[in-house]
């Protein structure tokens, strides 16, 4: 009789820590949605903010009659390059900036995320994008008292957690609602879907806000994210329960120095140090395809770091406004929508249903295959992109680049590989918190690819600016996506 309550009371823990995947997915795709529009939305109004301010002090030097009495300038003379390469060193400042804050500041967060949730950490997350748009609308509203430098304040509170935290618990909550792969595989497929349909949609949508007003589309992404504080309280976290004792181990990212960071009166420095060490170990513990993988996330995110310079590429090589820039990269959104939502996820229905008994083996061969593909399709957009000296031949390229947008979703997937994963990554007791951990490691890998991508790219195209080669960013990219694929080829599955 006791064995049998026993039994009830490990099943109805059991229910208790599985949350309705549904709902929970549901929230998390809202609220990647609203966080992404957010930061979509406040791009393209910024390089106009600071390229409008150093038009203005150019030409107030240089050729005072084209400002206006009201201090406004036709921004089509701003394309000089006098103005072009300050804006892009700026944007590069920037850019890193806030890469830095996030990345240095990853394990610390991912204590905090462990001892309190992963709701917490979402919260917190919000914080430092709230700040950051506010302030870039304090600095625009009062130019005449505040320089343009004061912007890089604005992304100092990425110490509160960026794009590196946030997205490693999206996919570690993700690929904890399902033990199911093509399940899994479709989830990641949406949370992509969602992000890159998101950051080409934007610039189309502050493009038409920004003809109303500058700080329109700014004023949106702060309301955004005020949204994205409740709809954060509907998404329920399947490892974080306070009262299991029991399950310590299945915690998010470090699980050894968990019951210290609780009771121990020693700096906050030892479990951060062992969160390292612990990191360290389980990246020595995977085998060599976890190594292959992790270099080619390095290698495809610095890659992927010229669509940051996307509107500036072409507003400055084409001679366009910044709100007609917006509107052809979200050109580019059917496709990834299409691509994202309904190929990907069709291509892993039909695998499955047409072979249910298939092996798993196989699938990653799948994955493997399909990521060589994306990755030869980005090579050929970035080529395509660089070499497109009209906007005729930029609209193609730009659609052959998007093609790659479904990278992700298979290297994502092959990190639940018996070829990626140690072999005690299946036992039941191990199974999450060793998920969430090697999640987190992407995603840290990924965002040291955008901290040295961001000045990379930035650097490239002030060069691009003087030598009058615009491509030059592109051909790097076109370099480096070459590069992954040498990598890849050392996979075996």
């Known amino acids: 009789m006791d064995t049998v309550e026993q039994n009830e009371d490990v099943s109805m823990r059991g229910m208790r820590r599985r949350p309705r995947p549904k709902r929970t997915i549901l929230a998390l795709l809202v609220l990647l949605l609203l966080v992404n529009l957010a930061a979509s939305l406040y791009q393209l109004p910024l390089n106009r903010i600071i390229e409008r301010r150093f038009c203005r002090e150019y030409y107030s030097t240089h050729d005072p009659s084209v400002i206006d009495d009201d201090g406004n300038i036709d921004e089509k003379i701003c394309k000089i390059d006098a103005v072009q390469r300050r804006l892009a060193r700026l944007m ?9 804050g ?14 309190y949730g992963r709701r917490i950490g979402l919260w917190l997350n919000i914080v430092p994008r709230l700040s950051m748009l506010t302030w870039t609308v304090v600095v625009g509203y009062f130019e ?9 304040a604005g992304p100092a509170l990425s110490v509160f957690g960026g794009d590196c935290v946030f997205n490693s618990i999206v996919y570690s909550l993700a690929a904890s609602l399902t033990d199911d792969n093509v399940v899994r595989a479709t989830y990641f497929s949406w949370t992509n879907a969602v992000s890159y349909v998101v950051t080409f949609v934007g610039p189309g949508l502050a493009g038409a806000t920004m003809t109303l007003s500058i700080f329109l589309p700014i004023w949106i992404g702060i309301c955004l994210l005020l949204l994205a504080i409740p709809m954060i ?11 299991a004792a029991e399950d310590e181990q299945r915690r998010p990212l470090i699980s050894s120095p968990n019951l210290k ?13 062992e969160r390292i060490r612990t990191l360290h170990s389980i990246i020595r513990s995977h085998p060599r395809n976890f190594a292959l993988l992790l270099v080619s996330f390095f290698l495809t995110s610095l890659a992927s770091s010229d669509t940051k310079l996307l509107a500036q590429y072409i507003s400055k090589r084409y001679n366009w406004l910044f709100a007609w820039a917006g509107y052809l990269l979200s050109a580019k959104a059917i496709v990834n929508f299409t691509l994202l939502t309904i190929v990907v996820p069709g291509i892993l229905r039909s695998r499955s249903a047409s072979d249910p008994s298939q092996s798993r083996s196989l699938s990653d061969r799948d994955n493997v295959r399909y990521a060589r593909i994306c990755l030869a399709v980005s090579v050929l957009g970035a080529l395509a992109i660089a070499s497109s000296v009209t906007v005729w031949l930029l609209i193609p390229s730009l659609l052959l680049y998007s093609f790659g947008a479904a990278l992700p979703v298979f290297t994502l997937g092959l990190l639940k590989s018996p070829s990626v994963s140690p072999k005690d990554i299946d036992e039941p007791g191990n199974s999450t918190g060793a998920e969430t951990h090697v999640f987190s490691i992407v995603m840290m890998v990924k965002t040291l690819g955008s901290l040295v991508g961001a000045p990379l790219m930035a650097t490239l195209w002030v060069r691009g600016i003087a030598t009058g080669t615009l491509g030059v960013p592109y051909f790097v990219s076109a370099a480096l996506y070459v590069t992954a694929i040498i990598v890849f080829a050392g996979m075996r599955v």
């Open 92 to 100: 590069g400042i920037l850019e890193t900036m806030w890469i830095v």
């Open 102 to 115: 996030d990345f240095v500041m990853t394990i610390p967060l991912a204590f905090v995320t462990e001892k």
């Open 144 to 152: 005449e008292s505040l320089p343009l430098t004061a912007l890089i």
């Open 233 to 243: 309280a509907l998404i329920q976290d399947p490892t974080h329960i306070p009262p």
């Open 261 to 273: 960071a609780r009771t121990s009166k020693a700096s906050l420095l030892s479990p951060v140090t």
